[in-house]
């Protein structure tokens, strides 16, 4: 799956990992010399421990493609007792194995980026490449969390989109935010433009909802980008 043999997977070691809240955890990497990708991207990864190397998993990267490290930013599903998990007690030390970064979410021009939950990541890496560009104006990102505790590198996002970063709940009453799923009325007030292109990824119902909303509402599919 990875599209590498276990032969050319690539073992990286693990510099630092912190908590980015509760349940979410950045990793960074060594980055092996040579290795490319390009924004929106990520690899098949599998942690370098006895039973585990066989388990690979897709993620994406979030640093930039140019920086000396690479980053990952994981959400820990502890329940599932699965690589998440074990990346819980993964730390600086530890190796992973990188496959070959793939992907078809990549930047196409100026819009909105949807995220939902951790689907946040393939964005960073391309908001953080506009931002690093100077090239941010004219593009607008609306990420839906269960709840505030779920929102990670706020003041970040904050200080690159300003009052184009829009946040939305799906199961709390916060003051000040919008408390409830994107359905088509919100989305007739924020996007003023269909001729953009639409950025999503998330949960596949989350993907599933907005691309319908979105096509109803006058998009074409060409101007819409994700994952599958
Ligand atoms: C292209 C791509 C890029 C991705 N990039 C990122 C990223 O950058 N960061 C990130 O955090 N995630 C990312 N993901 C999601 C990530 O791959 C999954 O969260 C991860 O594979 C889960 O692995 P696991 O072994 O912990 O869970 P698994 O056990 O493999 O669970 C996988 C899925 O099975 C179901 N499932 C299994 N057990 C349970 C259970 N007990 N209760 C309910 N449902 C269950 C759920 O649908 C769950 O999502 C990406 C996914 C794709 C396809």
């Known amino acids: ?43 098949m990864v599998a ?3 006895e039973g585990w190397r066989d388990r690979e998993r897709p993620f994406t990267f979030t640093s930039l493609p140019t920086a000396r ?3 990952l930013i ?24 990188l496959g070959r970064p793939f992907g078809t979410i990549a930047y196409k021009g100026p819009g909105m980026f ?21 090239a941010l ?17 706020d003041a970040e996002l904050g ?8 946040k939305t709940f799906t199961r709390e009453n916060v003051i000040g935010f919008r408390d409830r799923r994107i359905d088509r009325d919100d989305l007739v007030g924020l996007v003023r433009d269909f001729t953009q292109h639409f950025y999503l990824c998330g949960p596949e119902a989350f993907v599933r909802d907005l691309k319908t909303m979105l096509l109803d509402l006058g998009a074409t599919a ?7």
């Open 1 to 43: 799956m990875s599209g590498a043999t276990p032969a050319e997977r690539q073992r990286v070691e693990v510099l630092d990992a912190t908590f980015l809240n509760s349940g979410v955890k950045r990793f960074v990497l060594r980055k092996p010399q040579g290795f490319t990708f390009t924004p929106g991207q990520g690899c």
């Open 159 to 166: 200080r690159m989109l300003h009052k184009h970063y829009l």
């Open 114 to 134: 949807f995220a939902g939950g951790a689907g946040i990541t393939p964005f960073l890496a391309i908001l953080r490449q506009l931002h690093r560009d100077k």
């Open 222 to 228: 060409d101007s819409l980008v994700f994952e599958g």
């Open 74 to 97: 994981v959400k820990l599903y502890r329940d599932h007792h699965g690589v998440t998990a074990q990346l819980g007690s993964v730390g600086p030390g530890d190796h992973l194995l």
């Open 137 to 153: 104006k004219g593009h607008t990102l609306v990420w839906s969390n269960r709840t505030a505790a779920d929102v990670f590198l």
């Open 69 to 71: 490290r690479l980053e």
């Open 47 to 49: 942690i370098d421990q």
